[in-house]
């Protein structure tokens, strides 16, 4: 059975999402953001006639996420990863399994929407819920972002984040915010004190980037003591350990998935939208 809503209503859900994170902040060099599925119709008639706009906010859509859609009756998914990519030159639902879920997704008029880098580049976006999340919600006396969106002025506008605090934050605090503030029980860290001492490290200043930080932090210009991302290559943590600086990732994807409950599902409820949380949604990788 179709879900698909109007034309009218998932351009309401569109204008919402790019009110807030516009296509304008994607980094088109690479990313696929936008409307990848659309799966709207001209008006709704027969059993979707009084149909409304229903989203499922994910970070990756899987095919339990997809399933997930079908089975609580949504018909917009807004997955933070673009589920096109790289682009396709043809569907196989027999070689590739995001083919059959697409296919999955048309057949049942579920639209899909992938907004990913605008999401890191707005001011409030997930790089500057990451700096509130590091040093448990304090203010802090500067922060920017390391890579800025041309024909922007705000500093705040662009990808990744310096950030130095009001004041010292130990270690072994920050790694106790990055726990709670993403919901995840374990973190990696490197660091060339042993974790007895990390009480007395201090953290002044932080480089911070959701998901992988490697090409962002290439543009940092200012000394920092953390550097603070989902994921970087063993070559580059050892080279900033033996710097003496401290690194902490939680894989990919654990640096983006609280944003949608804490601050983008608010947002669209806010805007009138129906809006839930995928509960299928998981990083990949389990740490046991």
Known sequence: MSRAITRAQLDKVVRSITKFYPQKYADKSWDN???????????????????????LLTVDLTKSVAQEAMDTDCNVIIAYH??????????????????ETAIKLIQNG??????HTAVDAARGGVNDWLVKGLNGGEDVSKSYALETVSGENDDLVGYGRFVEFNKDV??????KNVKRALRIPYVQVASAATPSAWGRIMIKKAAVCAGSGSGVFKELREDV?????????????????????TVIVCNHSNTERGFLQDVMQGLLQDDGHNVVVSEHDHDPLTVV
């Open 33 to 55: 953001t936008g409307l990848l599925i659309d799966c709207s119709t001209a008006q709704a008639t027969g059993a979707n006639a009084n149909s409304k706009a229903k989203i």
């Open 170 to 175: 130990s270690l072994k605090q920050v790694i």
């Open 110 to 115: 579920i639209s899909v929407y992938c907004p």
């Open 82 to 99: 673009p589920f096109i990519f790289p682009s396709w030159n043809r569907l196989n639902p027999l070689t590739n399994p995001q083919h």
């Open 225 to 245: 003591d953390l550097y603070y991302t989902g994921e970087m290559s063993h070559h580059e943590v050892l080279k900033l350990k033996e710097m003496g600086k």
